[in-house]
Structure formats: C-alpha cells, structure tokens
C-alpha cells in the first residue's frame, strides 16, 4: 500500500525542514515513507475506507485522513 497516489499537476518546489528543495511528489514520497514506518514499528495502522480514502490510526488514539494534498485528523 506505498505507492498510492499520483503527484499534483502543479509542479512547484516546497521546502521542508533541511531546507532542501524538493518537489511534490517527492515530498508525498517522504511523508509516505515516514507513515510506513510508523506502521511497519507497529505504531500506526493504516486502512482504505470504503469510499477509497486512506485513513491512518495511531495507537495513541488520534485518527487521520490522508488526502491528495493533506492530511486532516478526524479524532
């Protein structure tokens, strides 16, 4: 379930905490990769809803909804 969805049509370089350029898609990977190790440590499951949205649990308790472009937590 890594490679889930396509990068934005915009193209646009973002910065992120080094201070590295890096551009959409691959910051989705990175945010990705980081999520995936959350769950392969057994800190987070992720599933896919029924209308197709992937949807992220901590064990903490708190729940996300990971969109095209963002995250938004739900609990």
Known sequence: MRAMARSSAAGANIEIANGVAVDRADARSLVLAAIGELVDAGNAEW???GTG??????L???VFVLGEMSITRVA
């Open 47 to 49: 599933s896919r809803t």
């Open 60 to 62: 903490s308790g708190e």
């Open 53 to 58: 949205e992937i949807e992220l649990r901590l």
